[in-house]
């Protein structure tokens, strides 16, 4: 910019062409300046090409290399990835064959604790058969040992009873020689008695004739009046006494005075039609 100048030189021609020319010179310093600024600055941007170049050239050497390397890099990681790929479809294929095995081991597993508890009920079914079997074989024992006291009882008694068998054997022998003699006896007597019977029916007969007939039962009983008793049987029981058996029951009459003692009736019999005695019983058998 130009100096400020008076006004009466502003509009002098040679002021405003000195004017004009510094302000050309300046203008042309300036230019200059920026001719030589602009010179360096090619230079230096020719050298920086230059060394740019250079760099271009190393750097595409290097980028050639590193995408050499980095193209056979690729190709060894598609050639891993490939075969992490198959790596993964084989353990993909391994793992499903492993889920259908553990599948299974499951299955088989949860059949196995199936038969496991099935397993253990029966153990317990058996273990409380078992205890059940343990106690009646404890009771087994125990009635066991108590039958065997009871043998041995019973065989102790059994000895006993053989020496009261060859005990009574000698008694039933020395009864059977006693009896014999008593029947003799008792035959002698019961003859007597018949005889008696007969002599006091005969007296009977002839002393009454037929306006009083009795019966035979009727003097034996001494019953009187038309009170009839029909004797069925006798039987001697001793040299003393015989039974007399008749339609109104059981008599016992005394043979130490026929004629004057009285019968005795047996309570509770009502009729007696046969006498059978058995003496090593001391029993008299009535069928009525």
Not at 46 to 59: I, N, P, R, Y
């Amino acid at each position: 910019m130009a100096p400020c100048q008076p006004l009466d030189s502003r509009w002098d021609p040679l002021s405003l062409i000195e004017n004009r020319r510094k302000s050309l010179e300046l203008a042309r310093e300036k230019a200059e300046c920026s001719l030589a600024e602009a010179q360096r600055a090619l230079e230096q941007e020719k050298a920086t090409k230059s060394g740019l170049g250079e760099g271009v050239t190393k750097l595409q050497e290097s980028l050639d290399s590193v995408h050499a390397v980095h193209t056979k890099e690729m190709a060894e990681k598609n050639e891993q990835l490939e075969r992490l790929r198959q790596r993964t479809e084989e353990l993909t294929s391994m793992l499903s064959e492993a889920e259908k095995k553990h599948g299974m081991a499951m299955l088989e597993v949860k059949s196995a604790e199936r038969k496991l508890q099935l397993e253990l009920e029966e153990k317990n079914k058996y273990k409380i058969e078992s205890e059940r079997l343990q106690g009646q074989i404890h009771n087994l024992k125990a009635t066991n040992f108590e039958l065997n006291q009871n043998i041995e009882s019973v065989y102790e008694k059994v000895e006993g009873l053989h020496l009261e068998r060859a005990a009574l054997a000698e008694q039933l022998e020395v009864m059977e020689t006693s009896y014999a003699e008593e029947r003799l006896k008792l035959e002698a007597t019961s003859a007597q008695q018949t005889k008696l019977i007969d002599f006091l029916q005969y007296k009977n007969e002839g002393a009454c004739g037929k306006k009083r007939k009795k019966l035979l039962g009727n003097i034996l009983l001494r019953l009187d009046g038309d009170e009839k008793v029909d004797i069925n049987c006798t039987k001697l029981l001793n040299e003393e006494l015989v039974l007399l058996g008749a339609e109104e029951g059981l008599y016992a009459l005394s043979l130490t005075n026929p004629g004057k003692t009285k019968p005795r009736e047996v309570p509770g019999i009502g009729k007696a039609f046969q006498i059978e005695l058995v003496p090593e019983h001391n029993l008299a058998i009535m069928i009525a």
